[in-house]
Antibody, heavy 119, light 112 residues
Framework: QVQLQESGPGLVKPSGTLSLTCGVS?????????WSWVRQPPGKGLEWIGE???????NYKPSLMGRITISVDKSKKQFSLRLTSVTAADTAVYYC????????????WGQGTTVTVSS | QSVLTQPPSVSGAPGQRVTISCTGS?????????VHWYQQLPGTAPKLLIY???NRPSGVPDRFSGSKSGTSASLAITGLRAEDEADYYC????????????FGTGTKVTVL
Protein backbone atom coordinates (compact mmCIF):
# COMPACT_ATOMS: atom_id res chain seq x y z
CA GLN A 1 0.00 0.00 0.00
CA VAL A 2 1.47 3.30 -1.13
CA GLN A 3 2.25 5.85 1.58
CA LEU A 4 3.40 9.44 1.16
CA GLN A 5 5.36 11.59 3.60
CA GLU A 6 6.13 15.29 3.23
CA SER A 7 9.29 16.83 4.63
CA GLY A 8 10.94 20.22 4.60
CA PRO A 9 11.43 23.45 6.57
CA GLY A 10 8.46 24.69 8.53
CA LEU A 11 9.55 28.33 8.35
CA VAL A 12 10.56 30.31 5.27
CA LYS A 13 11.45 34.00 5.11
CA PRO A 14 9.50 36.35 2.83
CA SER A 15 11.00 36.51 -0.69
CA GLY A 16 12.73 33.20 0.02
CA THR A 17 12.21 29.78 -1.52
CA LEU A 18 9.91 27.09 -0.16
CA SER A 19 11.23 23.57 -0.80
CA LEU A 20 9.36 20.41 0.14
CA THR A 21 9.89 16.75 -0.62
CA CYS A 22 7.38 13.91 -0.70
CA GLY A 23 8.74 10.42 -0.10
CA VAL A 24 6.92 7.49 -1.72
CA SER A 25 6.92 4.12 0.02
CA UNK A 26 5.09 0.86 -0.56
CA UNK A 27 4.91 1.28 -4.31
CA UNK A 28 6.67 2.47 -7.44
CA UNK A 29 7.14 6.16 -8.23
CA UNK A 30 7.71 5.19 -11.86
CA UNK A 31 4.23 3.78 -12.42
CA UNK A 32 1.76 5.77 -14.48
CA UNK A 33 0.50 8.16 -11.84
CA UNK A 34 0.31 11.88 -11.41
CA TRP A 35 2.12 13.07 -8.29
CA SER A 36 0.42 16.18 -6.97
CA TRP A 37 0.73 19.01 -4.49
CA VAL A 38 -2.25 20.59 -2.73
CA ARG A 39 -2.14 23.31 -0.10
CA GLN A 40 -4.56 24.68 2.47
CA PRO A 41 -4.07 28.16 4.00
CA PRO A 42 -5.08 28.46 7.66
CA GLY A 43 -8.85 28.30 8.02
CA LYS A 44 -9.38 28.12 4.25
CA GLY A 45 -10.14 25.55 1.59
CA LEU A 46 -8.01 23.24 -0.51
CA GLU A 47 -5.98 24.61 -3.41
CA TRP A 48 -4.55 22.42 -6.18
CA ILE A 49 -1.12 23.80 -7.06
CA GLY A 50 0.50 21.35 -9.45
CA GLU A 51 1.45 17.86 -10.55
CA UNK A 52 4.08 15.83 -12.37
CA UNK A 53 3.45 12.60 -14.24
CA UNK A 54 5.60 9.50 -14.61
CA UNK A 55 7.25 10.90 -17.75
CA UNK A 56 8.23 14.15 -16.02
CA UNK A 57 5.59 16.33 -17.63
CA UNK A 58 4.30 19.03 -15.32
CA ASN A 59 1.06 20.95 -14.95
CA TYR A 60 0.86 23.97 -12.68
CA LYS A 61 -1.82 26.27 -11.37
CA PRO A 62 -1.64 29.20 -13.82
CA SER A 63 -1.43 31.87 -11.10
CA LEU A 64 1.73 30.19 -9.75
CA MET A 65 3.50 29.88 -13.10
CA GLY A 66 6.97 31.38 -12.96
CA ARG A 67 7.35 30.63 -9.25
CA ILE A 68 6.65 26.91 -9.04
CA THR A 69 8.67 23.87 -10.02
CA ILE A 70 7.75 20.24 -9.38
CA SER A 71 10.34 17.57 -10.05
CA VAL A 72 10.79 13.87 -9.44
CA ASP A 73 13.81 11.85 -8.35
CA LYS A 74 13.07 8.23 -9.18
CA SER A 75 16.28 6.94 -7.60
CA LYS A 76 15.26 8.41 -4.24
CA LYS A 77 11.55 7.58 -4.74
CA GLN A 78 10.53 11.14 -4.07
CA PHE A 79 9.06 14.16 -5.76
CA SER A 80 9.59 17.78 -4.80
CA LEU A 81 7.96 21.19 -4.74
CA ARG A 82 9.88 24.42 -5.11
CA LEU A 83 8.13 27.76 -4.76
CA THR A 84 10.14 30.95 -5.10
CA SER A 85 9.53 34.54 -3.99
CA VAL A 86 7.17 33.46 -1.24
CA THR A 87 4.94 35.83 0.70
CA ALA A 88 2.65 35.42 3.69
CA ALA A 89 -0.04 34.29 1.25
CA ASP A 90 1.95 31.09 0.70
CA THR A 91 1.58 30.12 4.37
CA ALA A 92 -0.36 26.86 4.39
CA VAL A 93 -0.44 23.18 5.13
CA TYR A 94 1.09 21.51 2.08
CA TYR A 95 -0.06 18.03 1.10
CA CYS A 96 1.41 15.68 -1.47
CA UNK A 97 -0.97 13.23 -3.11
CA UNK A 98 -1.18 10.52 -5.75
CA UNK A 99 -3.55 10.73 -8.71
CA UNK A 100 -3.64 7.39 -10.58
CA UNK A 101 -5.64 8.93 -13.43
CA UNK A 102 -7.93 11.85 -14.10
CA UNK A 103 -10.91 9.59 -13.55
CA UNK A 104 -9.77 8.14 -10.22
CA UNK A 105 -9.15 11.16 -7.99
CA UNK A 106 -6.41 11.83 -5.45
CA UNK A 107 -6.49 8.47 -3.72
CA UNK A 108 -3.44 8.61 -1.44
CA TRP A 109 -2.43 11.64 0.62
CA GLY A 110 0.45 12.52 2.87
CA GLN A 111 -0.30 13.76 6.36
CA GLY A 112 0.59 17.33 5.41
CA THR A 113 3.29 19.70 6.57
CA THR A 114 2.81 23.26 7.81
CA VAL A 115 4.89 25.96 6.16
CA THR A 116 4.87 29.46 7.61
CA VAL A 117 6.27 32.42 5.70
CA SER A 118 7.53 34.93 8.22
CA SER A 119 10.62 36.92 9.04
CA GLN B 1 -11.43 32.30 -5.92
CA SER B 2 -12.49 28.79 -6.92
CA VAL B 3 -14.27 28.00 -10.17
CA LEU B 4 -16.34 25.33 -8.42
CA THR B 5 -18.96 26.69 -6.04
CA GLN B 6 -20.34 24.84 -3.03
CA PRO B 7 -22.68 25.99 -0.24
CA PRO B 8 -20.64 27.07 2.80
CA SER B 9 -22.61 24.85 5.13
CA VAL B 10 -25.36 22.26 5.36
CA SER B 11 -26.82 20.61 8.43
CA GLY B 12 -29.12 17.78 9.37
CA ALA B 13 -30.26 15.64 12.26
CA PRO B 14 -28.93 12.13 12.71
CA GLY B 15 -30.56 9.76 10.24
CA GLN B 16 -31.51 12.49 7.81
CA ARG B 17 -30.34 12.98 4.22
CA VAL B 18 -28.27 15.97 3.15
CA THR B 19 -26.96 16.97 -0.24
CA ILE B 20 -24.04 19.17 -1.26
CA SER B 21 -23.97 20.82 -4.65
CA CYS B 22 -20.89 21.63 -6.71
CA THR B 23 -21.59 24.14 -9.45
CA GLY B 24 -19.12 24.58 -12.27
CA SER B 25 -19.18 25.67 -15.88
CA UNK B 26 -18.66 24.53 -19.46
CA UNK B 27 -14.88 24.59 -19.04
CA UNK B 28 -14.75 22.14 -16.14
CA UNK B 29 -17.63 19.85 -15.12
CA UNK B 30 -19.56 20.69 -18.28
CA UNK B 31 -16.52 19.85 -20.42
CA UNK B 32 -16.76 16.24 -19.35
CA UNK B 33 -14.11 16.17 -16.64
CA UNK B 34 -14.87 13.75 -13.84
CA VAL B 35 -15.79 15.07 -10.40
CA HIS B 36 -14.30 13.68 -7.22
CA TRP B 37 -15.34 14.29 -3.62
CA TYR B 38 -13.19 14.43 -0.48
CA GLN B 39 -14.00 14.39 3.22
CA GLN B 40 -11.72 16.28 5.59
CA LEU B 41 -12.09 15.67 9.30
CA PRO B 42 -10.67 18.37 11.59
CA GLY B 43 -6.88 18.41 11.67
CA THR B 44 -6.48 15.59 9.17
CA ALA B 45 -5.63 15.15 5.50
CA PRO B 46 -8.48 14.91 3.01
CA LYS B 47 -9.80 11.46 2.19
CA LEU B 48 -11.16 10.40 -1.20
CA LEU B 49 -14.88 9.76 -0.79
CA ILE B 50 -16.24 9.53 -4.34
CA TYR B 51 -14.26 9.23 -7.58
CA UNK B 52 -15.33 9.41 -11.19
CA UNK B 53 -18.58 11.20 -10.33
CA UNK B 54 -20.32 8.32 -8.59
CA ASN B 55 -17.89 5.59 -7.54
CA ARG B 56 -16.99 4.75 -3.95
CA PRO B 57 -13.47 3.57 -3.03
CA SER B 58 -13.29 0.40 -1.02
CA GLY B 59 -14.27 1.03 2.59
CA VAL B 60 -16.50 4.06 1.99
CA PRO B 61 -20.03 3.37 3.27
CA ASP B 62 -22.83 3.25 0.72
CA ARG B 63 -24.49 6.08 2.66
CA PHE B 64 -22.35 8.33 0.47
CA SER B 65 -23.30 8.74 -3.19
CA GLY B 66 -22.36 11.09 -6.00
CA SER B 67 -23.92 12.24 -9.22
CA LYS B 68 -23.17 14.61 -12.08
CA SER B 69 -25.41 16.40 -14.53
CA GLY B 70 -24.50 19.13 -16.97
CA THR B 71 -22.25 21.67 -15.27
CA SER B 72 -22.99 20.50 -11.72
CA ALA B 73 -22.39 17.59 -9.40
CA SER B 74 -23.84 16.54 -6.07
CA LEU B 75 -22.85 14.53 -3.04
CA ALA B 76 -25.58 12.93 -0.95
CA ILE B 77 -25.23 11.57 2.54
CA THR B 78 -28.09 9.41 3.78
CA GLY B 79 -28.58 8.17 7.33
CA LEU B 80 -26.48 11.05 8.64
CA ARG B 81 -24.21 10.12 11.54
CA ALA B 82 -22.23 12.18 14.05
CA GLU B 83 -18.95 11.03 12.50
CA ASP B 84 -19.98 12.57 9.16
CA GLU B 85 -19.44 16.05 10.61
CA ALA B 86 -16.57 17.32 8.47
CA ASP B 87 -15.63 19.54 5.54
CA TYR B 88 -16.40 18.22 2.05
CA TYR B 89 -14.77 19.32 -1.20
CA CYS B 90 -15.50 18.58 -4.84
CA UNK B 91 -12.62 18.50 -7.32
CA UNK B 92 -12.29 18.45 -11.08
CA UNK B 93 -10.17 19.93 -13.88
CA UNK B 94 -10.58 23.06 -15.97
CA UNK B 95 -9.69 23.49 -19.63
CA UNK B 96 -9.56 27.29 -19.33
CA UNK B 97 -6.78 26.86 -16.75
CA UNK B 98 -4.59 24.61 -18.89
CA UNK B 99 -6.39 21.54 -17.56
CA UNK B 100 -5.13 22.23 -14.07
CA UNK B 101 -6.96 20.80 -11.11
CA UNK B 102 -9.56 22.80 -9.24
CA PHE B 103 -11.26 22.30 -5.89
CA GLY B 104 -14.66 23.48 -4.81
CA THR B 105 -15.04 26.14 -2.14
CA GLY B 106 -15.84 23.52 0.48
CA THR B 107 -18.91 22.71 2.59
CA LYS B 108 -19.07 22.22 6.33
CA VAL B 109 -21.54 19.50 7.29
CA THR B 110 -22.95 19.84 10.80
CA VAL B 111 -24.87 17.05 12.49
CA LEU B 112 -27.45 18.63 14.76
Amino acid sequence: QVQLQESGPGLVKPSGTLSLTCGVSGGSISSSNYWSWVRQPPGKGLEWIGEIDHSGSTNYKPSLMGRITISVDKSKKQFSLRLTSVTAADTAVYYCARDPARSLGLDVWGQGTTVTVSS
Amino acid sequence: QSVLTQPPSVSGAPGQRVTISCTGSSSNIGAGYDVHWYQQLPGTAPKLLIYGNSNRPSGVPDRFSGSKSGTSASLAITGLRAEDEADYYCQSYDSSLSSSGVFGTGTKVTVL
